[in-house]
Structures are given as structure tokens and as C-alpha cells.
């Protein structure tokens, strides 16, 4: 009885161990998709990877419609080299950006881009909050 509960606990540890970082592997993966629509100036795939309500931002700003607003904004884009998972939100750091996710019902969207890292306890970015 003492064995089986033994691998029981083994079994869930490993299970546990494997989402955590499947859900680091998606994020990394939105991220890297949205800083390579960033770097190739596409901002109409940039947008499709964004939160709805970072992407509601965009839509009511000045420059009107998503596609405008970001391609105003000039995101470095570039790769991601680490991502840190922690339950529904994540950060995807690389050389030239930080970038903030979200999980929701839909997978991993990105709620903010263009941060750079902070100087007291806040990231200042180009877009989301």
C-alpha cells in the first residue's frame, strides 16, 4: 500500500512538473510570435496575438485603429531568451523586450510589450500596462 501511494505522488509530481512547463512553452511561443510580427513591422499579426483589453487600448487611441497604433509605436521586437510562468500571467524576457501575457479561455495573448526593465519596482512599456 506504502508503494503505491509512493508512485501515486511520483505520478502527480511529474504531471505537475509537465504543465508548468508546457503553459512556459506557449507563452514563449505567443511572445516569440508577437516580437517577430514586431520586428517584421507586422502589426496586423503583432495585433492578433494582443489581450482584448490591450487591444481595446489601441483601438480607442489616437491613431485609430490597432494596426496604426501599433505600427505607430515602434516595438524593438527580437527573440525571447527566458519566460517565467506564474499561474494565468507570464514574462518573456529577450535582449531587446520584456514582454507581459495573460492567459485566458483562448490560450496565452500578450497585455504588454515594449518594457524595459525597472529602475524602482514598475516596468515602464510602450504599450499595455
Known amino acids: 500500500m506504502m508503494i503505491y501511494r509512493a508512485c501515486a505522488a511520483a505520478v502527480l509530481i511529474l504531471v505537475c512538473a509537465a504543465c508548468g512547463s508546457s503553459a512556459g512553452q506557449t507563452a514563449s511561443s505567443v511572445a ?18 494582443l489581450a482584448p483589453k490591450t487591444r481595446e487600448e489601441l483601438e480607442f487611441g489616437e491613431d485609430g485603429p490597432c ?4 505600427a505607430s509605436l515602434g516595438l524593438p521586437g527580437g527573440t525571447v531568451d527566458e519566460v517565467e510562468v506564474w499561474g494565468d500571467r507570464a514574462r518573456a524576457t529577450g535582449r531587446t523586450d520584456t514582454v507581459f501575457l495573460v492567459e485566458l479561455g483562448s490560450g496565452w495573448r500578450v497585455a504588454a510589450a515594449g518594457c524595459t526593465p525597472p529602475e524602482d519596482e514598475t516596468f515602464d512599456c510602450l ?3
Request: aromatic share 4%; proline share 0%.
Open 127 to 129: 504599450l499595455g500596462s
Open 32 to 49: 516569440g510570435r508577437f516580437l517577430a510580427a514586431a520586428e517584421d513591422a507586422d502589426a496586423g499579426a503583432a495585433c492578433e496575438l
Open 67 to 70: 494596426t496604426a497604433t501599433l
